[in-house]
DNA sequence: TTGCGTTTCCAAAACGTTTTGGGTACCATT
DNA sequence: AATGGTACCCAAAACGTTTTGGAAACGCAA
């Protein structure tokens, strides 16, 4: 149904060669008959086929997007589609098409993401979404497939990933207070088993040294990411410690808990203890105060995997680790 | 590089014809063949080219996925996101893979978007996130290529959609404050140039009739869907009729600028006041009190659009209007 | 012997491109 | 007249599958 290169050619009348000539660049067709050439093929609306493109040129211009949980993924979705938008977009940019392509889905299949890829004969893949502790991690990291991770910190011989540097987003944040010359500053951290927990308490604790503050472990209250945990977290601190005037936390959702508390407690934000919090999600911009966070460059951690996919593919470029900078957000409850 | 059908044939020691009915199911191969040709392909780790497939059996079974202004949709992030996690769900349980595809990318601009589907050859195409008067519309009404739209009421040869029933919504929503004995409802409309505008409007005055009560013009305002025109509407309602005791928005939004005036003029939610908002935005469940909505069901519109796609592929159904239910979501703000 | 079914296998064409290795005119030099 | 160069064009192979139309071997009936 389709018009193909055959059917230009005929009603050019040359040869399928000089049809595909002129139409990838070809220097040996005159200036005659390559403007026919093109006029009968956009005459007939002619489309070169990709599918017989790639099976002669073997290969396809075009990489997997791996997302893990699809379906249920509350939390992440915004974070999840930003980066998505900028690895499409960025890709296409950069000639390429993206397949989705999710683990729950190929499970039900019984098929492997690598068989997944291959039949597809997909050139590389970005994997996001995805926990260290996941089954399909071995996969990715033995995989002879070309992959970029997406805050997946696996290093292998075809296996680079981008990720944000929690240290130093961390020190962002303490400074920021610090420069309002607070200096007895709390920190609710996460539970200390998540990798960013660890990193995260690392950045607090340099930007306090940074200053000559020691580091007050009577500040330091572990939680677990969660709105209750901030609240609790905060009321013992609190307790513990009447007289902080600011407060740290290692995740929003801790955050907007955390003033849910203090305002209970009738202490003002930012006034009397002044609040950030981390990840910038949505909610942060709506409540009052509006909260003052660290977050990730969704987008441009997307671009970013775009493009390392790419220079491995294209240039052979070694697969490295891509740390982005933090992305400071100043509202108004600092 | 990769094992090919040629090589599975060469070390069975059979024909790729043999190989190839193996694989297919065919009755002409011998047990004890088609167990030996089965073990080696296994063996040489083998898997079918399926863009040679594709080219032979001219079709690729994959589809496109159009998303309108991919990088710049901050407000409906999430909805995006739960439809393209359910049209991907159920399109590659119906074995179709789905490739991206956006209005906005540059490259893309310079060519239209059916260009893009039969150069990939995609069987079908689905359109989301694109508004009534894009560019783009034009093309996806006129197209011969089979297509879907969500939330996008086109209904031509080989196009049909999935929507959520505004009028339902409101009337859900409505009719919700009526059963909590509410009389005097004002209603915080968006602007009437859009669609659900009027809709909504007509869900409102439906619910109000059905329950043999007059609509008065005085409690109904109109605002543009946004924080702060939710706030100032808010505010002349109040002025204009302070006996109001709860208020239907057509927009989270709008809805969490009424609480916040609602707030400050020292009116309790719900006691002095119930609010009822529409989208089910993420923040809706963070603020206090949480927000009673309606939303959309917005990964089943993924599964459907996914469903009638195919059912057009395949089936050759006739394009239809597919309009789901709103979905109430009740929490204390009424 | 011939003819006819089965069962099991295969050669070859086809799908729509790209690319290689020429070929034919034509003109300018020797 | 032969040689060489240039400008333009094309036939055919290749990519990795599926499918069509047999073919070979065998047994069985006439």
Redesign the interface.
Known sequence: M?VTIRDVARAAGVSITTVSHAFNGYEDVGDETKKRVLQVAKDLNY??????R??VLQQ?Q?VG?LISD??ANPGS??F???V???I??RL??L?Y????L?T???R??LISYI?FC????LEGVIVMGMRMDDPYMQEVADASLVSVGIDLPILSRHCGYVMTDNVGGAKQGVKHLLSKNHRRIGFVNGHLHAVVSIDRLRGYEDALRDEGIAVDPELIVHSDFL?EGGEKATAALLERRPDVTAIFYASDLMA?GGM?HLQKAGRRIPEDVAVVGYDNI??GQ???PALTTVGQKR?EMGTSAAEMLVGMLQRKEEPRACVLQADMVIRQSS
């Open positions: 389709p489309r070169p086929s990709r599918v017989a790639s099976l396809t075009s997007l699809f379906n979705n915004h999840l589609f930003d998505l938008a900028g499409h977009n296409a940019e000639g098409d993206v397949t989705l999710s729950t889905t190929a039900q299949q068989d291959t039949e597809r004969r709105v907007l849910r949505d909610v709506w409540v009052v987008y």
